[in-house]
């Protein structure tokens, strides 16, 4: 499909390049051409510039085209638990609440509970998910039905999946695929027995990959891990060689400065969850250290069982409105570090390299966001607007791949949402109810 985007202000979070009125043109699954006005005004004339028969071309009435969201932690079939597990503590709400649940999945549960969250995703800007489920392979079947670029990572522990399973699963979704890759993880130190983790470990090392895993999400987790093996999670990790080829941490909320010398060591992310870390009263990360350790920082929504909202407004507003409550200092987190941890380092972090800016021969995953709804007015600093006024209202399109799979309110995936909606009503109902 060739797509021509004009009339638009567009921010590509190319470092020291700010917003300008311009036009990007889109081939198939990537970005053509990307140029201000009088650029292309001045190539045209010099015929600098490939002529393209247009399938569509759309006035973007000078909104903001920017990079999609990288919502860089989910979990998205546990949209069966929204609002129906809230709460409770953490430990509690896991082997009381969600575990027995999940038990009783099935593969078409998933599927439809994915799909499910995908829309939402949709709605939010979000144009590529870092998602950590049961079956890895229905959620990548759920979103090559619907457009949404997904990075697979193995949820690994030890009552689901095994070390074969994972390099199965690991071989088979990092051959060229246009929508799903796959990374190295385990669900948690706390899930998993020593002798596991050290093999994963080793097959991280047969294949010099990164390995992820929610890692000091709470105080009783390191405690425990401490009393165990007399280290913290990073720590007993690090001495098991899990990360000698990168990786990262979801949540790290209680992390030490040991700690974060490990991840600036090893070259690891740190993935905060900000809304599911205060609703399951988890804690507030150390966001603003990080940044100061030039540890990156990507950010993602957790599951709507634990959130409730896949949104990453929300998600952002909390990284600054947090960090700077922390630090009892409002200038310690700016809003477009913030948005470069939603768009450019959530890509690096799962290793989108192709979907971090927007260039020529990047791919076309961006989004559309309405500039003329009050919210976003007077236009004093859009980046700010973004990260601290914005919300899902303000999404007027959602470009995957080249594709659009949401505009003006409207899906553009196939089927009707309410298909899905009820189907998904109906597995919650059987699910809570049995």
Known sequence: MNLRLYNARILTMEPGRDIFRGEIWVKNEKIVYVADQEEIEREWRGENVPRISWDFEIDCEENLLMPGFKDAHTHSAMTFLRSASDDVPLQDWLRNIVFPAEKKLTDQDIYQLTRLAILEYLTSGITSIFDMYLRPDVTARACLDMGMRCVLVSGLNDFTSSIDQVEEEYVHWNRKNPLITYQLGFHAEYTCDKALMAQLSGLAHRHRAPVFTHMAETMDEVRECKKKYG????????????????????????????????????????????????????????????????????????????????????????????????????????????????????????????????????????????????????????????????????????????????????????????????????????????
């Open 231 to 434: 280290m913290t999670p990073a720590f007993f990790l690090d001495s098991l060689g899990m990360f000698d080829f990168g990786g990262g941490g979801y949540h790290c909320v209680h992390m030490t400065e040991e700690d974060m010398d490990v991840f600036r060591r090893r070259r690891m992310y740190v993935i905060t969850n900000p809304a599911s870390n205060a609703k399951l009263a988890s804690g507030v990360a150390p966001i603003v250290d990080f940044v100061k350790k030039q540890i990156p920082v990507a950010i993602g929504t957790d599951g709507a069982a634990s959130n409730n909202a896949l949104d990453m407004f929300r998600e952002m507003f909390l990284v600054s409105g947090l960090s700077k409550l922390r630090e009892m200092d409002a200038a310690s987190m700016d809003a477009m570090e913030v948005l470069k941890m939603a768009t450019v380092n959530g890509a690096r972090a799962m290793r989108l390299h192709k979907a971090d800016v927007l260039a020529k021969g990047k791919l076309a995953d961006m989004i559309l966001l309405d500039l003329r709804q009050p919210n976003m007015q007077p236009l004093h600093n859009i980046p700010k607007n973004v990260v601290y006024s914005g919300s899902k209202a303000n999404v007027k399109m959602t470009i995957i791949g080249g594709r659009v799979l949401y505009r003006n309110g409207a899906f553009n995936i196939g089927e009707k949402p309410e298909n899905i909606y009820s189907a998904c009503n109906a597995i919650a109902k059987r699910l809570l109810s049995e």
